[in-house]
């Protein structure tokens, strides 16, 4: 008998991107992602606005992705939504909408942990002969706005955290940083792009002491404010003549502490397979950090496309995939959870 096809529409809308995709079989067909650009007069995301604009994003959004599928929302087998963690009010948006148009469809839902996304990434075919994925186990290296972590990865469902931030994130203190410079928000692709015309070796950052895989970057934040500080007392146009040199000398400091520490985990589980995720995974200093370890350690390294490294749908999508084929299906009274210990 003939297999039914499988398709999936993921929901993602943890934080600021209110984002829809459509998976047929575990092949990505579409992923819209509509991002809020409401938040960067306040240099950072604000809650109750981003919740407003998931509600204003979230049909379209959703419309969208199920017409550049080319099917009828009818054909959907099972939908994924983004359970948590996140922002209570903009999971809110997505939870609440994934469970009507479900109950409505009369099909399945599947909660996905939007980490768990972050690190699936990996496993998006945009292709039947796309095989680009790690094999387990494999190390990742997860690095975003709210998360910085080692995690050894067994199976899709099973995986240890080795270690990972006591403080801030990493792209927390990026943006911290860039916000103290005076840039723009997100912070993280405008030091990127400052990083690349400056010396990194201009400055020196305090660099954390903490033991095992745990990461820190709280302290590097401080001595990075302080030290500005202090030269701006000297010349108060102190950034804006070494913009690039600042950037670039904070990028490889953030890079030099997560290679440290990923280093060490590599060379202890003798896995060598590893992965990059989250947001920060876009950031060039850190992409060339792992080409080069790759070619010092003979590292397997597996970097996501860009439109994969931010928040987005089809990594929600492709863990729906792997629980649908699973049937681990979730109730339609499932709360949304915003810190992974809820
Ligand atoms: O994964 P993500 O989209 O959201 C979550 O935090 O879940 O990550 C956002 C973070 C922000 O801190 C942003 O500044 C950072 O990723 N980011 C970058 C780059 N692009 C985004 N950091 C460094 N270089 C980049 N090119």
């Known amino acids: 008998m003939e297999q039914k096809d499988i398709y999936i529409l993921g929901i993602e809308s943890s934080c600021d991107d209110t984002s829809a995709a459509v998976l047929k079989n575990g092949i990505l067909l579409s992923n819209v992602t509509a991002s809020q650009a409401v938040h960067e007069a306040y240099g950072g995301v604000v809650p109750e606005l981003a919740s407003r604009a998931h509600l204003q994003n979230i049909i379209p959004v959703v419309d969208q992705a199920i017409q550049r599928a080319g099917i009828q929302r009818e054909q959907l087998t099972a939908i994924a939504f983004t359970r948590g963690p996140g922002l209570m009010g903009s999971l809110l948006v997505g939870v609440n909408f994934a469970k009507g148009l479900a109950r409505s469809l009369g099909i399945p839902l599947i909660d996905v942990n939007h980490l768990q996304g972050h690190v699936l990434a990996h496993f998006i075919r945009e292709s039947e002969d796309?095989?680009?994925?790690?094999?387990?186990?494999?190390?990742?290296?997860?690095?975003?706005?709210?998360?910085?972590?080692?995690?050894?990865?067994?199976?899709?469902?099973?995986?240890?955290?080795?270690?990972?931030?006591?403080?801030?994130?990493?792209?927390?203190?990026?943006?911290?940083?860039s916000k103290v410079m005076g840039l723009g928000y997100p912070g993280g692709p405008i030091i990127d792009k400052l990083a690349r015309c400056g010396n990194p070796d201009a400055f020196q950052f305090a660099k954390p002491n903490i033991a095992g895989y745990d990461y820190s970057f709280s302290g590097l934040k401080t001595s990075f404010l302080y030290s500005l500080r202090d030269w701006i007392k000297d010349d108060p146009d102190f950034i804006e003549h070494h913009k690039e040199d600042l950037a670039a000398s904070l990028e490889k400091t953030i890079v030099d502490i997560l290679m440290k520490k990923l280093r060490q985990?590599?060379?202890?589980?003798?896995?060598?397979?590893?992965?990059?995720?989250?947001g920060v995974s876009a950031n060039n200093g850190l992409r060339n950090a792992f080409h080069d370890h790759a070619k010092r350690f003979g590292w397997n390294i597996y970097i996501p496309k860009f439109s994969y490294t931010t928040d987005n749908a089809a990594m929600i999508g492709i863990v729906g995939y792997f629980k649908y084929q699973d049937k681990e299906f979730c109730e339609i009274d499932a709360p949304a959870f915003a810190r992974m210990e809820n």
């Open 265 to 278: 985990a590599v060379k202890d589980t003798g896995i060598n397979h590893v992965a990059v995720a989250g």
């Open 130 to 177: 796309d095989h680009s994925n790690p094999p387990f186990p494999f190390i990742c290296l997860l690095v975003s706005g709210g998360n910085s972590q080692i995690i050894k990865v067994n199976a899709y469902n099973d995986m240890q955290i080795l270690g990972q931030t006591i403080d801030d994130a990493a792209g927390e203190a990026i943006d911290k940083c």
